[in-house]
């Protein structure tokens, strides 16, 4: 038997912080594997500390704003998210000791509550019956009236969301594939992800195709992406950059998620699915095309971050 060697080899690291990143690129064995001369690789972003894709821009929005000073001693870190974002806010400012706040509508489940507090992050609730939209404008009021308490990293307009993937998951794929790679496909959340690896592709893999995958419906089931139409853009998301997008149906997202699990061994979230089903129909087109090459998606969280957490509050008697 080889050795497992980890990815970020044998030395002792100083902060679980500097886990994130480096994450492995698989090769999908099944899916696509009809299709000649094409193969389609998932970077697994599930493996970065807290979980998820998140970690990346999360981690690269705290220490930008410690190093020019917009976080430091006296500033707690706030935002408007309930979802993996939260998490690697919560735990990135677990370990690198910053006070952090999230402001979720209360009605969100007892598994993400109970996630961002076993960070010591404070939860800040917002009237459930204005969703997301109540948060994000109870976040605004409370920055805007005492401006010197709050750091707001605001991922949907900070820009260095996407330089976290253009300076990091862009250069692994490109480096781990050694630049050869036909196209490029992932879930537009934030758009972050989508932008920035695509930059940084389209410098180190010349003549990658980048395209965005979209939910087809504006009330979807496909949770971390957003339904352009029916949004409000994000300012860091710029869609005349990328070479198209696809429109994915919840069904089929879930349907790829199942097979992944089943036929991959990878237990992914929705949007993994709806990348993969993305990958597939791009790979199809290729070999429709009579094109051969890589295609490589992002994996952006495991399934059991969906599943109810198992009880673990220390009141509750077994
Ligand atoms: C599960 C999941 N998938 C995909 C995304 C999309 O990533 P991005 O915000 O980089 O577009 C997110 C973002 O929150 C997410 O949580």
Not at 91 to 114: D, E, F, G, H, Y
Not at 178 to 207: H, K, Q
Not at 279 to 300: F, H, K, S, Y
């Amino acid at each position: 038997m080889t050795a497992l060697v980890p990815r970020h080899g044998f030395a002792p690291v100083e902060s679980v912080a500097r886990l994130v990143g480096g994450t492995p690129l698989v090769r999908l064995r099944r899916i696509g594997a009809e299709l000649p001369g094409i193969r389609i690789y998932g970077k697994c972003e599930f493996a970065n500390p807290g979980g998820s894709v998140k970690d990346r821009p999360a981690l690269r929005m705290i220490e930008s704003a410690l190093a020019d000073g917009r976080l430091g001693p006296g500033r707690t870190l706030v935002d408007s998210t309930s979802g993996n974002t939260g998490v690697a806010y919560a735990w990135i400012c677990a370990a690198l000791q910053i006070p952090c706040a999230l402001v979720m509508p209360s009605n969100v489940s007892v598994a993400r509550k109970l996630i961002v507090r076993a960070f010591g992050a404070e939860i800040i609730f917002s009237d459930p019956l204005e969703g997301s939209d109540g948060a994000i404008h109870k976040v605004r009021a409370l920055v805007e009236a005492e401006p010197a308490r709050w750091f707001y990293p605001d991922q949907y307009g900070n820009e260095e969301n996407p330089l976290a993937h253009e300076h990091g998951t862009a250069v692994e794929i490109a480096e781990a594939l050694e630049g050869r790679i036909a196209a490029f496909v992932a879930g537009i959340g934030t758009g972050g992800t989508v932008m920035g690896t695509s930059r940084g592709l389209r410098r180190l893999a010349p003549g990658v195709r980048c395209l965005a995958v979209e939910p087809a419906e504006p009330l979807h089931g496909l949770e971390g992406l957003k339904h352009m139409g029916s949004s409000i853009v994000p300012a860091i998301y710029r869609e005349q950059e990328l070479d198209g997008k696809i429109s994915m149906p919840t069904s089929d997202g879930w349907e790829m998620a199942e097979r992944l699990g089943r036929e991959e061994g990878l237990r992914v979230g929705h949007s993994a699915g709806a990348a993969v089903a993305g990958a597939l129909v791009v790979a199809r087109r290729m070999a429709e095309a009579d094109e051969r090459g890589n295609v490589v998606t992002v994996l952006p969280d495991r399934a059991d971050r969906y599943f109810e957490a198992p009880r673990w509050e220390r009141r509750i008697a077994w």
